[in-house]
């Protein structure tokens, strides 16, 4: 596997992996009403572009194909984190949140994590902040906002008493 710096051209791939990922990976989680309003199949490829080039954003491929992305913005919040289905439990959205907490130079990551990826996070030292419901339509999507200290679980950073 091989992280790299997102490209313009990887965008279709990438809000098509998003799609793929949330109606699959997220099904055990999630309605299918909830599925279809988190992940419509209709992204504003422009929006998701410039969103992309604004944040840190890292794409893992393998053999050519890619298998995963994630994005982080400068304050520290973790935006996407999708791998796809066909790859999950590899170690590839380890590696790319390894990579993406080493790259930005915030004191404190945050995100929203779906139930899905909820043990994922925790696992890293993200703590949950609160439970909250997020509204798409009228569509109501539980996730959870968490966060960590840079201090707190990153290699090579000293816990702090």
């Given amino acids: 596997m ?3 710096a997102y490209r313009p051209e990887d965008c279709a791939r990438l809000a098509a992996l998003f799609y793929d990922t949330v109606h699959t990976v997220n099904a055990a989680d999630y309605t299918l009403e909830q599925r279809n309003a988190w992940a419509t199949g209709s992204v504003d490829l422009v929006a998701w572009n410039a969103s992309f080039l604004a944040h840190c954003t890292l794409v893992a491929e393998e053999e050519g194909r890619i298998v995963g992305f994630g994005d982080m913005d400068e304050s520290g919040y973790l935006d996407r984190l ?3 289905k066909a790859h999950q439990n590899r170690g590839i959205a380890t590696a790319l949140c390894d990579a993406l907490e080493g790259t930005v130079r915030a ?3 945050c995100t929203q994590a779906s139930l899905t990826a909820l043990r994922f996070f925790a696992g890293r030292g993200y703590r949950v902040v609160r439970a909250q419901q997020v509204r798409r339509g009228k569509v109501l999507l539980p996730n959870y906002v968490m966060e960590k200290d840079r201090r707190d679980g ?3 950073a000293e816990r702090q008493p």
């Fill in 2 to 4: 091989r992280i790299r």
């Fill in 82 to 84: 999708y791998v796809d």
């Fill in 107 to 109: 004191e404190r990551f």
């Fill in 154 to 156: 990153l290699p090579g």
